[in-house]
């Protein structure tokens, strides 16, 4: 357990170390709050304060960038500079890999996740969520769903180069039909229906009824588990060392 702890440290400095890393993840998500909330702290349909909207909108937009960018961008990587063929001869198993680069990764989406927080908070009078721990479970769901989904893209994915490609490819689709940018109280219906296809938009609207003190749907948090059970699990067989 130590050594899988001393793991998760050593690759959570060697991704916030990263200058592109760390950007997106910590800085480019303030920015973006900032920007949607220039015209001030309008009321969305339904009453919501915007910016009680955007803090779990961006949060579920930082979960999928560490997620399904980072995250296979770092074990192509890794691939292709020969680190997992070294590792292959230790007793580490692909699960512990997987473990430890789950676990790095998503606690730089926790700390990209607080920073939101915290400006909200001091900069735009956020509401401290109604349901702290409804937020704490679809938080960590979301992470074990979108995290299953990148690990399965890292296991594939020969290069960097080419994951980051297709990471991207993959989450700016989402984050802009399933409502991490974009409220859907503003979607088209059509939007909304092809955004409620992808495996984002449990994430957003479950964090966001946990924010808002709403009940969870089960359905909701079930496609979450179906997510992580089943990506997780083709990425365990497919995985190339």
Do not use: C
Not at 164 to 191: K, N, Y
């Amino acid at each position: 357990m130590k050594g899988l702890t001393n793991v998760i440290a050593v690759e959570l400095k060697l991704i916030v170390r990263d200058p592109m890393s760390a950007f997106f993840a910590l800085v480019f998500p303030a920015i973006m709050l900032w920007v949607k909330l220039r015209g001030g702290n309008k009321p969305l349909q339904g009453g919501t304060p915007l910016i009680d909207a955007t803090v779990p909108m961006l949060t579920a937009f930082v979960i999928g960038l560490a997620a399904l960018v980072v995250l296979p961008a770092t074990l192509a990587q890794y691939r292709e500079r020969r680190v997992l063929k070294r590792l292959r001869a230790t007793p580490a198993s692909r699960a512990t890999l997987f473990v430890a680069q789950w676990a790095a990764h998503m606690l730089l989406a926790v700390l990209g996740s607080a920073l939101l927080i915290v400006i909200g908070l001091v900069a735009y009078g956020l509401t401290a969520p109604a349901n702290f721990a409804g937020v704490l479970v679809a938080w960590l769901l979301s992470a074990l769903s979108l995290g299953s989904i990148g690990l399965l893209l890292g296991a594939l994915v020969p290069t960097g180069r080419a994951a980051t490609v297709i990471g991207l490819g993959v989450f700016f689709p989402m984050v802009f039909l399933s409502g991490a940018m974009i409220p859907r109280e503003t979607m088209s219906g059509s939007m909304r229906a092809i955004g409620d296809l992808l495996p984002m938009a449990p994430a957003v609207q479950a964090i966001r009824d946990g924010w808002a003190g709403g009940p969870t749907s089960p359905l909701t948090l079930g496609v979450m588990v179906a997510i992580s059970i089943v990506a997780g699990g083709v990425a365990l067989r497919t995985f190339r060392w």
